[in-house]
């Protein structure tokens, strides 16, 4: 089911047969809230986990329909709020005003943190935590690649359009090219060859850093789409690309089914 806004079409996804719901997940110094998305039904030894990390807007519909469609695919999907501590992403309609207010004071850290506790949370809850891919979109694609680095439990990672060798402020000091080498699973990167953000000598530079690493980071990959710019696949935003965004998420389904399920 869709709707249109002009010649925009904003995706959404039903919650039938599911189960959704925001929670609060217990974190190293607060509770944070998140979205989840699971199959209506159970199954023995669970369902794999995929951790849904946000665009710079935070958790919003878009975020929480990706959640949805996950769960339609036999995942359970988490997106936790990474700025809760720093702020509220939704308050703004600047988005130079909000990656200069919030985003640049987001520590990996404390995402990173935030993101294992997601995991230890959806495995109280049955997942499968054996099984855990990530997939995130701009600010979250970047952190797909550093998640990775970070988790050994993390099993495969799609990194959509994130940033690979700059990061949104001063602490964020390593970046995806740094870790390349100690990914401890494959990651799939989905980037457009016209993304101003994101220059071709940095997905250059990231397919150089891969084939130097380990087991996954040289099982990893990384796919051009010649004809979009930046959040291709954010289908309530101008950068739409239909016809990509459904190659990639074909892509990004095949990648983790071969590597969670």
């Known amino acids: 089911m869709s709707h249109a806004s002009g010649t925009q079409t904003t995706l959404h996804t039903s919650a039938e047969g599911l ?14 809230q998140a979205y989840y998305a699971a199959p209506g039904e159970t199954r023995e030894g669970g369902f794999p986990l995929v951790l ?5 807007f935070g958790v919003n519909e878009h975020t929480q329909d ?32 909000l990656i200069k207010e919030i985003v640049s004071k987001v520590p990996d850290e404390q995402v990173m943190a935030d ?19 990530i997939s995130g979109f701009c600010w979250g694609g970047r ?17 959509w359009y994130g940033r690979l060798a ?15 080498g100690q990914l401890h699973g494959p990651v799939l990167g989905l980037y457009g060859g016209k993304d101003a953000s994101i220059p071709l000598e940095d997905v250059r530079s990231m397919e150089g ?20 710019g930046h959040a291709f696949f954010a289908d309530y935003r101008p950068s739409y690309n239909p016809a990509d965004a459904k190659d990639g998420w074909e892509r990004c389904l095949a990648w983790f089914a071969r590597y969670l399920t």
Request: proline share 5%.
């Open 66 to 97: 990706i959640c949805r469609r996950f769960a339609h695919q036999g995942y359970m999907a988490v997106a936790v709020e990474l700025y809760q501590r720093q702020g509220d992403a939704s308050s703004y309609d600047d988005n130079a005003r």
């Open 209 to 228: 850093a891969l084939a130097k690493g380990g087991e996954a980071a040289q099982a990893s990959q990384i796919v051009v789409y010649p004809a979009s």
């Open 166 to 180: 700059t990061g949104h402020g001063p602490l964020q000091v390593r970046n995806p090219v740094d870790v390349a």
């Open 52 to 56: 849904v990390v946000q665009e710079i």
């Open 143 to 159: 952190i797909v690649w550093m998640y990775a680095a970070h988790n050994p439990v993390c099993k495969a990672g799609v990194a």
């Open 19 to 32: 189960r959704t719901g925001r929670v609060d997940i217990p974190s190293f110094d607060q509770p944070i």
């Open 115 to 133: 993101l294992d506790a997601a995991v230890s949370w959806a495995g109280e809850q049955g997942a499968n935590t054996e099984r855990v891919g």
